[in-house]
C-alpha cells in the first residue's frame, strides 16, 4: 500500500509513563483528596482565599475600584463644591461684620430716608428740564449727597467722553424738593422684590459684604487661596444681581411700575435705588416718584467734557482707593463728599 497511516506516540511521552493525575481520578480516592488540598493550599498562597471564577477579575475589580476612587471630580462637581466654600465663608463674614457694625449697617440699610422740603436735589439728563422728558411723571433718578451727585456726573461724562451722546449736551438739573419726602430704605425694598426671606439669604448678606466690607475685613475670614476668587465672586454678583431682583415682578420695566405702586401704598414717595446703591461708588441713590408733584426745577447747567475729565480722572482713583481700602464707619462713609 503506498498510502497509510502511521502513528508513533507523543514526543516525550514513554511507555508506562503518564503525565498528571492517575487515570482513572476516581481509582485512588486518597491521593485525589490530597491533591485538591494541596491545589487549594497553592491558590490561596496566590489569590488570597477569594472565590472566584478567574482570578483576574479580582484584579480587574480592584483595579476599576482604584480607578474610581482616583477619578478627579469633574469641572460641575468643583464649581459646586467652590460654590459651597463660598456660601460659607459669606455667612461667617456677615455674621462677624453685621454684629461689629450692627448700628450703623441698620441706619444704612433699614432706615428710611427722609428729604425735607425745600432740599436740594440734583440728576443728570440729556434734557434742560425734567418737564422735558417723556417719562417725567412717573419717576425720576435723584441725588442729595455729593457723592452720589459725583457718581451720577462720572457716568453721564464718560458717556460723553466715550462719545455715546457726543453730539448731545448733558445737563446738571438743580432741583428742590416741594415737600417732605419719605424714601424707603434698601432693606424694605429687598423683601418687596425677593420676599420676606430675602435678607437671610445668602445673596443679600453678599451685596452688603460687596457694598461695606472692605477687602482686609473679608480676607480674615478666607483662606489665601481663595481670597482673590472669593473677592471676585461678590464683585460679579453685581452684573446678575438685577437679573434676579425684578423677577418676582417680570421684567424691568413693569417690575419699577409695581414697586411704585406697592411703595406708595406705604407711605413712601420713593426708593433707594437698589442696583445703584450696590456699587461701591454710589451712597444713598434714589428713585422718586411723580416728580412732576414732588420735585421743581431751579436751574440748569452744561457738562463740559474738557473741563471736567480731570474730575472724572480723580473720582475714578479715589474710588478705587476706597474699595481698596474702605471700611464702614470711616470718613469715607455715611458722610457727604469722598
Known sequence: MKNYLAHHGVAGQKWGQRHGPPYPLNSNPSKQAKLKAKSKSSYNKLYGGHTIKNPLDNLMINLISKTKSQKEPSKVDELKLKQQRYDKYTDEIYTEFSNTYKKKLKKLLDTPITIAKDQNLQRYSMHKK????????????????????????????????????????????????????????????????????????????????????????????????????????????????????????????????????????????????????????????????????????????????????PIYDEYSSRMMDYYETGRIGNDKLGKSGV
Do not use: C
Request: charged share 30%.
Open 130 to 309: 425734567l418737564s422735558d422728558e417723556k417719562w417725567h411723571s412717573d419717576y425720576s433718578y435723584v441725588s442729595y449727597t455729593k457723592r452720589d451727585d459725583l457718581a451720577y456726573k462720572t457716568s453721564a461724562l464718560a458717556n460723553k467722553l466715550s462719545g455715546d451722546v457726543e453730539t448731545k449736551d448733558v445737563f446738571r438739573q438743580s432741583l428742590k424738593a416741594n415737600r417732605d419726602l419719605k424714601i424707603m430704605p434698601f432693606s424694605e425694598v429687598m423683601t418687596l422684590i425677593d420676599g420676606e426671606q430675602s435678607l437671610k439669604s445668602t445673596q443679600y448678606k453678599s451685596y452688603v459684604l460687596d457694598k461695606f466690607a472692605s477687602k482686609s475685613f473679608i480676607k480674615k475670614f478666607v483662606p489665601v487661596e481663595d481670597q482673590e476668587g472669593y473677592i471676585d465672586h461678590l464683585i460679579n454678583l453685581r452684573g446678575t444681581k438685577m437679573n434676579l431682583m425684578y423677577q418676582r415682578y417680570g421684567e424691568p420695566e413693569d417690575g419699577y411700575d409695581k414697586l411704585v405702586d406697592e411703595a406708595s401704598k406705604r407711605g413712601y414717595q420713593g426708593i433707594v435705588d437698589v442696583e445703584d446703591f450696590l456699587s461701591p461708588w454710589f451712597e444713598k441713590p434714589i428713585i422718586l416718584f411723580n416728580p412732576s408733584d414732588n420735585i421743581r426745577d431751579v436751574s440748569s447747567t452744561i457738562i463740559k467734557k474738557a473741563s471736567d475729565k
